[in-house]
């Protein structure tokens, strides 16, 4: 007997095969055999890394061209209406994922606290779902078996794909019955061609804190589903779910899937786990993270574990599906030894799984190799440890600091500026790659971007923007660009994670103590500056973001690694406004995502979060203005904390749902400055002068001139010039009209 089972194994391949694969056939290259082939060979060869593993039962229909839930969706019947006119079943699915000139796309949403992104089912009262569909499931587990697999199949459940729907409670509780309906057809089916296969229904809103109303739908859904199956288990992951596992083990379900790498309160339920009948997997393998396991502390944690629920009852697991996690270390060739060593990619972590199912299920003593540990940097450390409450508070209050502002910039009323990118064309982004492979010199390099930040500064000037940006040309990434020039971060070549459909991203490795070796921003901003009289905003990360966006060291809390980026974050702006930039933005677009899954967790974040914010920030002058950058809108739960962070100005995303959430800054009597974006900068689209001035006048109906800047949502990387110019243009213009009036 030696248990062991994953939830789930990275789907887009290898080599990003899948990838490949798909954008091919999108642009209309390849067949779609060819393209099912590619998905066919990559899961026979996933479940061949499972078998070979020790893994009995695979893990089937983790495989998706696009995303689980969008398959599901088709499984249950369930496509939205608008996309029923389509008839060719491929087609179909791939317009609802990504769009087409009368359609569009479907909206994705993170799946919890992941990078990846999920497909939002689109659900109302009266929506009447379709036939079931049980093609793909049914046709992979089938290809399993003709392989000599066996497969577990895996589907999200019902409580999940109602949360994802953001259905409100009404529709919730009408669409309730005919949802677990098309689950018992789909069930039913799946059954009917083995009535033994095991089935593990996903159910990670179990881990976010629910309701005693969700409660018992919860009920209802597993006392059905339960009963139809007598091999069904339910998985809840990213946190503990003790107030689901007390309703599900009193269910005729077989057994459970708890992550006890993130919920390890999930603990809490051992006895009643250990009463109950039920079969507990064990998620200790993390599913969310590239660090090794420490096998022996693991062990002990399934020793303890097995006190209360005996081992026949156990199997050990991931703590959710690998798909968060890039696929193999194998082609590491560029990383640092030590750092290799640290590591466990998905690959890695079968074997974990499979050294540890060996040492508790057997009865001899496998010796497990010595856990690394990173190297400390002592003066990191003792400088942490200096730290005292000035660090983290301005020398004096937002008022004075206000007036000074007034004097040294000298600023219009609604002062006009952007979020830092400019467009990173085909030929930015050349150049850069160019001097990565070392095919041209660092002087070249650098000619060539002061060339690019020379013209941004010229355009931004020709259109009259008063306080003016570098463009961020040498940044290929807001996050990457700072670790690659900060100590304690390494870069994977291939350490792909998928974000959604086909776009993979690969974030930074922060492994070590973090410094900073040299200034990192300093010379960009100081050339861009002297080419102007006007002020340049310097450009920063915030040590929260830099964080969020990261793979993060897991032998230390998140709060101490925060508190060391942000040290190097705050030399840098201390270096800026020695050397005379004054205004310094540090934008903060991940702070609000970092927000932990359950409410009971969130005060401790947002203190350390807040602190480290704060830490990065508090050494600016009182002639030095901090602004930073927020990527969203909904301030309604945490206006208290932003307002905390006691940044002169903030800049955030608001064009697409007008002057209604600026409301919140008001009624909570917000008195630093507010930059609310007047256009929306993830679409091409123009927006006319006419448009923007009636933007700006929404947002004098809420906060006084004085209080207001006028900026686009966010960066402008992602445009074009002949866009990017025209908006600004229009921005200018729509400004100096309304200061006309004021
Ligand atoms: N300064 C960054 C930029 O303009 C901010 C990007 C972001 O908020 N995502 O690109
Ligand atoms: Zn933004």
Redesign the pocket.
Known sequence: MNQTAVLGFPRIGEKRELKTALENYWKGNTSLNELTDVASELRLKHWNLQRNAGIKTVAVNDFSFYDNTLDLMVALGAQPERFRDIADETQHYFTMARGDETHTAMEMTKWFNTNYHTIVPELHKTFEFGAINAKKILGEFKEAKDNGFQGSIQLIGPITFLGLSRCDKEVTLALFDPLLGQYNKLLGAIIALDKNVEIVMHEPSLSIGIDTQVLSLLKIAYERLGTLSQNLSVATYFEHSCEATAVLVHTPIKGLVLDFVHGVKNSDSLESLGKSDKHVTIGIIDGRNVWKNNLQQSLKTLEYIETYIPKERLTIGVSCSLLHVPYSLKHEENLDTNVKELLAFAQEKLDELSLLGKAFFSHETIPFPSHPKAAVDEAVQNRLGALNPNDFKRSHPFSVRQMSARDTFDLPPLPTTT???FPQTAEVRKVRQEFKKGLISKETYEETMKKMIASCVAFQESIDLDVLVHG?FERND?VEYFGEQLNGFAFSQNGWVQSYGSRCVKPPLLYGDVSRPHPMTLNWSLYAQSLTDRPMKG?LTGPVTILNWSFVRDDQPRSVTAMQIALAIRDEVNDLQRAGITMI?V?E?AFKEGYPLRRENRSAYEKWALESFLLSTAVADKETQIHT?M?YSEFTDIIKTIEAMDADVISIETSRSGNRLLQIFKETGYTQEVGPGVYDIHSPRIPSVEEMEQQIYLLLEVLPSSQLWINPD????TRGWSETEAALRNMVEATKAVRETL
Not at 714 to 717: A, F, P
């Open positions: 979020i830092g990118s961020e807001m450009m933005q934008d677009a950058h990527c966010c960066g402008l990387k």
